[in-house]
């Protein structure tokens, strides 16, 4: 039997939080990454396959300032 085609293969997150700054340039907590062909840099899209990287030393609100989902 051979194989099914990529159709068939459900998206892939990767979901990594750490406890130190990776992306020291800027201040965003959540990065989010796909992956792209480099020359034309269309996306990668079957299956889908993103990264998404969360740097915790970064976020500096309260429980009382939590407003977006993203926060909570």
């Given at each position: 039997?051979?194989?099914?085609?990529?159709?068939?293969?459900?998206?892939?997150?990767?979901?990594?939080?750490?406890?130190?700054?990776?992306?020291?340039?800027?201040?965003?907590?959540?990065?989010?990454f796909?992956?792209?062909?480099?020359?034309?840099?269309?996306?990668?899209?079957?299956?889908?396959?993103?990264?998404?990287?969360?740097?915790?030393?970064?976020?500096?609100?309260?429980?009382?300032?939590?407003?977006?989902?993203?926060?909570?």
């Amino acid at each position: 039997m051979r194989g099914q085609g990529y159709f068939k293969l459900k998206p892939v997150i990767a979901l990594t939080i750490t406890d130190f700054e990776m992306f020291d340039h800027d201040q965003e907590v959540i990065y989010p990454f796909v992956f792209k062909e480099k020359k034309r840099l269309f996306d990668y899209v079957e299956p889908e396959i993103e990264l998404i990287f969360i740097e915790l030393p970064k976020f500096n609100k309260q429980l009382d300032e939590l407003e977006t989902w993203n926060d909570k």
